[in-house]
């Protein structure tokens, strides 16, 4: 025997195994290369950040692609025609993003790391020449055209001096001593992503578009938020900021200001209590539109449109009616009505609101943006002449653009057909079923492993995951996403839902978890569970489960009520939900708006909702996988429930991503790593 056989023998049954196999047949390796493999995820790409013309027979957009030598998601700006022409604008290995067109449509804005840090950049279109105009320290963000197309406005974080309360005395001058200690005394001082941060605030600037020296408009000591707008006179700026003297504990409370650029004199135009933002001014300049929603310190609240006078006078909601929240709002050209994007039922769409009278949905099938995961994240823009252009969603692509022209929709772009076309991809099917809890409608989405109609055919049966989406006041819907796909192609059937708490179904149905999650979204999930194995072919002894973030919370909880779960993927959790709303990066957010009470003020409640509190009915082996450097939801959530269970001495198994913040797919490998570690371990509890 083979000396290198023999040792894989000792050390490794399966690696034997493996050693002694035959080489796969050529029609095997073509059959695994006809479905999605993990080192595709390097192969696909995104369209975002989409910017319209004028006349709306041009696109610019965001290009997002996957640089498999650096391991990062890069991105050049690129348009596409009406005759669906691509173009590309910049190129380079680095990222170029928010593309902002000028008044006049001959030059574009945009941010740029070409240099190292992200700069404004400008390129002049007829011209075909383009330059970076700044230098900055910080990253500028919020771009913004005056109306006469002569000066650039956004904002940029200003850094401030950090305190420093002690002074040690008798340093030699050549002297090597520690690092000096940090004093902190500030309620937010760190964020997930970014780390510890740095003292100042966001300010806003103006710019001349040929370049030069910007001049700093604000000075206070609080953020000023995008996006801005111009009056149409150019002679003031719109924006929003949060000024109570509290608003550290109140970060859901901000209102909507005018700034003379000359003189810096500042007008507050709204005063409700809640989140007034997105400012956004009618072509006659005669309106304001903003998005606005109250302080009801609850887990979630609608968002609405209103409009006022440029004053601040005559404020008034335009989607009172509408049960869902509103994203981005665009005003129509002649003024006359306001395009807005909203959530239902899993989706986005576009909706035209006339200021007197019915809207009308003018564009659907928005999405695609998440990539990883089947998230309803979307962007629209429109033209002068009300031409629609929105990044299109389709279960078995990412996004692409989109135009709604004289009401009928185009696609533009097909980015991915170099990579898919030749894959068999999952088929996702919608289901709803009714939650043994109450009897709500709870509303999921089935995709299939390649292979199923033929295979069920033979009476075949499927292994079953169970896929739970993070926030908890998000929604999944009929979008693509890479870890779905991969999951499917993997041999399983990946049934993904909306629970009790979810958004785009209304007020009332996301507020039913305030101060009561988990709770019955448990029930949801089972029954979603439930539906699927009485419609397709489901072996019942091979379910798995797995959700990261809010999922990880729903997937610790689930393990604590049920065994029915052959193993479980518990990703990025809250265990403990006392030691969590101490811990995370948004602390005051956590406790204000999602409790009724402090920690030490209702312990038990805190605890009774704690997955930690059912560690002892645990008996399904699990995995947990959180980012190290995860700051939303902390390593030490993960260690709470990784050291009880092997106290209990449970199957368990826990995986530490390095360097990798909340949002670990960030990093293409990691999304790999992730998905692949998942799979792993599912693999190991088949029967």
Known sequence: MNKGVYLALLLSPLLAANALAKEPTIDAVIEKQSVLQLEDVFSLEYASGLEINADGDEVYFMRNYMDIMTDKKLSNIWKVNKHKQLTPVTNGQHVDYAPTLSPDNNMLAYISTASGSPQIHMKWLNADAQAQLTHFSHAPSN?????????????????????????????????????????????????????????????????????????????????????????????????????????????????????????????QLTERDGLDNNPAISGSGKHIAYVSSPQNYKNYENAEVFIMNMDGSDKRSLTADLDRSVNQIKWADNGKGVYFSYHDHGQAFVAYQPLKGKRKIVAKDLGGLAFGRPYTAAQFDVADNGTIAFTYSDPQRPADISIVRKGKTEQLTNLNHDALAHKQLAEVKEITVKSSADGRDIQAWVAYPPGYNEAIKTGKTFPLILEIHGGPVTNYGPHFAAEIQLMAASGYVVVYANPRGSDSYGKEFSQTIYNNYPSQDYDDLMSVVDGVIARDAIDEQALFVTGGSGGGVLTAWIIGHTDRFKAAVVAKPVINWFSFALTTDIYPFVIKNWFDKMPWEDTEHYMKLSPISYVGNVSTPTMLLTGEADLRTPMAETEQFYQALKLRNIDTAMVRIPDAPHGIYKRPSNLMSKVAHILWWFEQYQD
């Open 143 to 267: 771009l913004s055209w005056s109306p006469d197309g002569k000066q650039l406005a956004f904002t940029r974080f200003v850094e401030g001096k950090r305190k420093s309360v002690v002074n040690l005395p008798g340093k030699p001058s050549q002297a090597k001593w520690a690092k000096p200690a940090v004093y902190i005394d500030e309620m937010y001082y760190r964020f997930d992503g970014a780390g510890f941060t740095n003292p100042g605030y966001s300010q806003i600037f103006v710019m001349s578009a040929n370049g030069g020296a910007a001049r700093q408009l604000t000075h206070e000591a609080i953020n000023h938020s995008g996006p801005l707008a111009w009056s149409k006179d150019g002679k003031h700026l719109i924006f929003a900021a949060n000024k109570r003297p509290d608003s550290d504990l109140a970060r859901n409370d901000s209102n909507i200001y005018k700034l003379n650029i000359t003189t810096l004199a500042q007008q």
